[in-house]
Nanobody
Framework: QVQLVESGGGLVQAGGSLRLSCAAS????????MGWFRQAPGKEREFVAA????????YYDDSVKGRFTISRDNAKNTVYLQMNSLKSEDTAVYYC?????????????????WGQGTQVTVSS
């Protein structure tokens, strides 16, 4: 079992930046693919970014490409999401997730472990 805890969310003005962290405990996640998803009020949870176990491959939704960067520090058992040039449409609860069985995934159904989420609010 692995527990994931997100942090770093908050209120920021449009154009600003935030860095989200996802700290894992219970076991090392160095062999897991990791992903970030988000869910805005009244909307489905959607894929944001994913990273392979080694960090050598990253994937982004088109809506965040060029603005967000996913990274990981396996020694710290932590995954990050650097968010720059934030827009009001980025407002959502952001979740990190771990996938034991898939080398990479854009699909929430392929992630077994989820954090509780952290709220990101971008004011325009």
């Amino acid at each position: 079992q692995v527990q994931l805890v997100e942090s770093g969310g908050g209120l920021v003005q449009a154009g600003g930046s935030l860095r989200l962290s996802c700290a894992a405990s219970g076991r090392m996640i160095s062999s897991d693919a990791m992903g970030w998803f988000r869910q805005a009020p009244g909307k489905e949870r959607e894929f944001v970014a994913a990273i392979s176990w080694s960090g050598g491959s990253t994937y982004y939704d088109d809506s965040v490409k060029g603005r967000f960067t996913i990274s990981r520090d396996n020694a710290k058992n932590t995954v990050y999401l650097q968010m720059n040039s934030l827009k009001s449409e980025d407002t959502a609860v952001y979740y990190c997730a771990a996938s034991t069985y898939y080398a990479r995934s854009l699909y929430s159904r392929e992630y077994e472990y989820w954090g509780q989420g952290t709220q990101v609010t971008v004011s325009s």
